[in-house]
């Protein structure tokens, strides 16, 4: 008996540079997913224009994007992989869902006080609109689970709570998504400030690691990273975070555990732990590059893949989208 596969949703949006913390946690785990569920993957730009964006830059980044994706692995034949804007039908369910979303719900979210406090001269209606609009994305495709970060969490339980709500003054809809918390990928820390997460916008470049950093880039960001005053290359979250994020990165990137990267560097000073932890992410990256550059090059290849997967997209969004239409009473012309 064939086996349904059930469906995952996840998006990023296409701003910033992509650091290594999202291909360990972020990327990797798309590749790892894509045989076990039937995924979309969006880019999503309509959230990123919730804060402003230079226009040129958002275009290049959209198609970066999934030329990084493609060359790490996630494959344009086993997943949809779209943009957000070529599917209308986001931004319409968006519209139905704001009557059915609370503005006091949407006031609370930590995420919105966050930027609002960060984006101060610029607090729109479409920053404060964001989760319905996430909400959108994801119930559009039924999606049965969302990978989801910390920062996400709040954002998916609302989704929850307006699918839930529609459901119960209509009929059931919407599937229900779960959260997806997976233990795999490993939690990337900045290489000046292991206390915190790497991050594209640290205030320090040199703690953070960007996909299309140079080898001699990363080698000397990792020669500068913090440590510690003993000499031990031994893994101690508490005691030693600048040192065992390096081990962290190390077995990261080179599918070695930890005891094994401990053992391998025993009675060897820093100096030399830092550089094969550079190497080896530069050796991991390498290829990636060469691969995105290339499929940038072949624009009318990416730019298939977009059709293609707009297409796939609309296909089962516009599903929903009739139904959720039909339930409210949009009158439908007859044949
Ligand atoms: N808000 C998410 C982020 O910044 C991106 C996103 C948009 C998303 N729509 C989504 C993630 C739907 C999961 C599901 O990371």
Known sequence: MEEVKKTLYSAVQPTNTLTIGNYAG???NFVRLQDEYRCFYAIANMHAITVR???????????GLLATYIACGVDPDKCT?????HVPAHAELAWVLNTFTYVGEMERMTQFKDKSARHADNINMGLMDYPVLMAADILLYNADVVPVGIDQRQHLEITRDIAIRFNNIYSPTFVVPEGLYTKVGAKINDLQDPSKKMSKSAENPNGTIFMDDTKDTIIRKFKRAVTDSDSEVRYDEENKPGVSNLLSIYSSFTGKTIPEAEAEFAGKGYGDFKLAVGEAVADVLEPVQKETARLLSDRK????????????????ANKTLDKVYRKIG???CGN
């Open 26 to 28: 972020a990327i990797r």
């Open 53 to 63: 964006q230079n226009p040129a830059e958002l275009r290049q980044k959209t198609l």
């Open 81 to 85: 992989l779209y943009v957000q804007s």
């Open 301 to 316: 290849y990416l730019d298939d893949i977009f059709r293609k997967g707009a297409e796939d997209a609309a296909h089962v």
């Open 330 to 332: 949009f009158y439908r």
